[in-house]
């Protein structure tokens, strides 16, 4: 069964699972550095935000015996976690003077990306553009976000002037950064994941320099940090010399203190290497490093 037989049938023995008048529909998305994923949409009615269910992943599953029952069934278990049960306020978008307090920005591969933005207000800097979204309180702790499209600029009759004003001020108060040694970073990660215990000898890295990761609260798209106001003047004098940027992922950036510039081939093969074999496309950023000089207090490719 290929990929699209799968999703036929999946809608044909999901649809008897849902009241009457669900509409159940798969949808393609273009996402994060070209990637398109297929996703299916449960719009209940008299709900008008519906929860995005990925299917790449369920289809892999079925590969590996999972039947369609059992993957019917996880499904039907994740919808009823996300889901809304209340209608959304349209207004929370539509006017300008709600949604500016929720903008914020990000940053992607400029490249990658080249077609999107061409509908996506955004700048370039370095060898990223940064885009803007739109934070969505959902209730519960959830929070979802909508990309910015030049088309909602003209639906709030704004310039991308106070759209860029409006985030530069926001995204530091909604997602505030921190730094940690990444030995802190991994210690975090097998207290929440003892699975994780694989990760226990990067905890005394001996001889190696220290790393730092540079993230926000939420780990959403923690790479943007890089542009905070002054994170990087302070970081650089709290250990007193220049350092490397890694992008790690759109989510965070390793940082790597160095008393002068002299790996940058070396540091890019391993960013190569990691987003090649260890992360999924979506979610890289760059296959480049950035120096940051604390003389000349600018982050440089």
Not at 97 to 125: C, G, M, T, W
Not at 280 to 300: E, F, G, H, K, N
Request: charged share 20%.
């Amino acid at each position: 069964m290929n990929f699209h037989e799968f999703t036929k049938e999946l809608i044909k023995q999901l649809t008897p699972l849902f009241p009457e008048g669900t509409d159940l529909f798969i949808e393609s998305m273009p996402k994060n550095n070209g990637v398109i994923y297929e996703a299916l949409i449960i719009r209940e009615p008299g709900i008008n935000l519906s929860p995005t269910i990925y299917l790449e992943h369920y289809y892999s599953l079925f590969k590996d015996d999972v039947t369609m029952d059992e993957i019917c069934h996880m499904i039907c278990e994740l919808f009823m976690e996300v889901r809304l049960n209340h209608p959304i306020d349209p207004g929370f978008f539509t006017d300008y003077e709600r949604a500016k307090k929720q903008l914020i920005f990000h940053l992607v591969n400029y490249e990658k990306n080249r077609s999107r933005l061409d509908s996506i207000p955004h700048i370039p800097y370095l060898d990223l553009a940064i885009i803007f979204s739109c934070i969505i309180q959902l209730g519960s702790g959830k929070t979802a976000s909508i990309l910015i499209k030049k088309e909602h600029l003209q639906l709030w009759d704004v310039n991308f002037e106070d759209i860029k004003k409006q985030a530069f001020a926001n995204t530091p108060r909604l997602l505030p950064a921190y730094i940690q040694p990444i030995t802190d970073a991994i210690r975090d990660l097998i207290e929440a994941d003892p699975t994780l215990k694989r990760f226990v000898p990067l905890i005394d890295p001996g001889d190696a320099p220290p790393l730092y990761v540079l993230t926000n609260e939420e780990q959403f798209h923690g790479a943007s940090c890089i542009l905070y106001p002054s994170i990087l003047e302070e970081f650089a004098e709290s250990i007193g010399t220049d350092f490397y940027v890694l992008p790690s992922s759109i989510n965070e950036v390793i940082l790597l203190p160095v008393p002068s510039r002299v790996a940058d081939q070396e540091l890019c093969s391993i960013v190569r290497s990691v987003n090649r074999e260890q992360l999924p496309a979506i979610q890289q950023l760059s296959d480049s490093v950035y120096y940051y000089s604390r003389a000349s207090q600018q982050l440089t490719l």
